[in-house]
């Protein structure tokens, strides 16, 4: 049986993390689930991840790339666990404040606004297909953390 290639694995985690951000703004724009600051920031991470491997999927030397990967999806899972710990503490909001004015005021929320706009409040997570959409991140930041965890542990053929 042939193992799966550094470059195949790397193209499908981008592939992964590139539909959750097309997910979400599917939830955004057809449900009318706004996201909050920390959403935005969670689309961010997971934009990241995917042209980290892209990068590493492209270039000649994919460890860099899924290097780049990991250093998001574990930025991710810190986002999403300030976001858990606003959840589980009711009256604990980033709600309207500093972090959404000045997000929005970012280049790429300013000429993006579908994409990066801050609208929500993160305390008021939604559910979709079971879990709360923080929860979804967190499950896929922690599998695409994985998954860049075994290409840069894999020995090069």
Request: glycine content about 8%.
């Amino acid at each position: 049986m042939k193992s799966l290639s550094p470059r195949t694995v790397l193209l499908s985690a981008a592939a992964a993390a590139l539909l959750v951000v097309a997910v979400a703004l599917f939830l955004q724009h057809v449900k009318d689930m706004l996201p909050c600051p920390m959403c935005v920031i969670q689309r961010y991470l997971f934009l990241a991840v995917a042209i980290g491997c892209l990068v590493g999927a492209f270039g000649r030397k994919p460890k860099i790339g899924a290097g780049i990967g990991l250093a998001a999806a574990i930025g991710g899972l810190g986002v999403v666990a300030k976001h858990l710990y606003v959840l589980a503490n009711p009256g604990f909001s980033c709600g309207i404040d500093p972090m959404t004015t000045t997000l929005n005021k970012i280049p790429t929320a300013t000429y993006l606004p579908w994409l990066f706009e801050a609208e929500g409040l993160c305390d008021k997570a939604e559910m979709f297909a079971g879990l709360s959409v923080p929860q979804w991140s967190a499950v896929w930041f922690a599998i695409l953390a994985a998954t860049m965890i075994w290409v840069l542990a894999r020995r090069q053929a």
